[in-house]
Antibody, heavy 122, light 109 residues
């Protein structure tokens, strides 16, 4: 079955960096766009970024553009997100999520990881 | 950027009642690419509906979606105790981008 497992969260000071990872299994990873979605404590869902199935195209929410970088390694079935210059408002659970339809640029997310908590505090 | 507004913010119902949740978009959603998710406390979201009206794999038929253009609805025909959760709509008709509504909390009356 499809599995997504995030790791790399933790407590970090403002202005510092963190790298999140998402290990996947149970599907043909190289055929699917992958997303990161975050949820601040007690708040709703916020899309963060998407990376195309082959890794050539990325897009970011304005709130993280220029600070976060998504990448993937199709040989390892992994997706990553580098979080730089972190701010208190980046405190959230970060979910890795899979596109429903392969090789297509407009997708809902039919599988999600359990999330990893990033806390930005002095 | 399309903005999604969900209403009501919260809904209190008794088991067996019908629930109607609304999601309104600030502009036409291409191809009616609206999805609905259920999220229980401490869990990841679960895809319920995509393409405005298609149930995802394993979703019971008491969940149904409808709507077009800018107005979309999730209906739960007879709410069960396991259905009390937060529900989000999502627009994915914009190429390589997506947005979520702010959520509707379904509570036990």
């Amino acid at each position: 079955q499809v599995q997504l497992v995030e790791s790399g969260g933790g407590v970090v000071q403002p202005g510092k960096s963190l790298r999140l990872s998402c290990a996947t299994s149970g599907f043909r990873f190289s055929d699917y766009d992958m997303y990161w979605v975050r949820q601040a404590p007690g708040k709703g869902l916020e899309w963060v970024t998407v990376i195309s199935y082959e890794g050539s195209k990325t897009n970011y929410a304005d709130s993280v553009k220029g600070r976060f970088t998504v990448s993937r390694d199709n040989s390892k079935n992994m997706v990553y997100m580098e979080l730089n210059n972190l701010r208190s408002e980046d405190t959230a659970v970060y979910y890795c999520a899979k596109a429903r339809r392969p090789r297509y640029d407009r997708n809902p997310n039919d599988a999600w990881g359990q999330g990893t908590l990033v806390t930005v505090a002095a | 950027e399309i903005v999604l507004t969900q209403s009501p913010g919260s809904l209190s119902l008794s088991p067996g009642e019908s629930a109607t949740l609304s999601c309104r978009a600030s502009q036409t959603v291409a191809l009616n690419f609206i999805a609905w998710y259920q999220q229980k406390r401490g869990q990841a979201p679960r895809l319920l509906i995509y393409g405005a009206s298609t149930r995802a794999t394993g979703i019971p038929d008491r969940f149904s979606g409808s709507g077009s253009w800018t107005d979309f609805t999730l209906t739960i025909s007879s709410v069960e105790p396991d259905d009390f959760a937060v529900y989000f709509c999502q627009e994915y008709g914009t190429s390589f981008s997506t947005t979520f509504g702010q959520g509707t909390r379904l509570e036990i009356k």
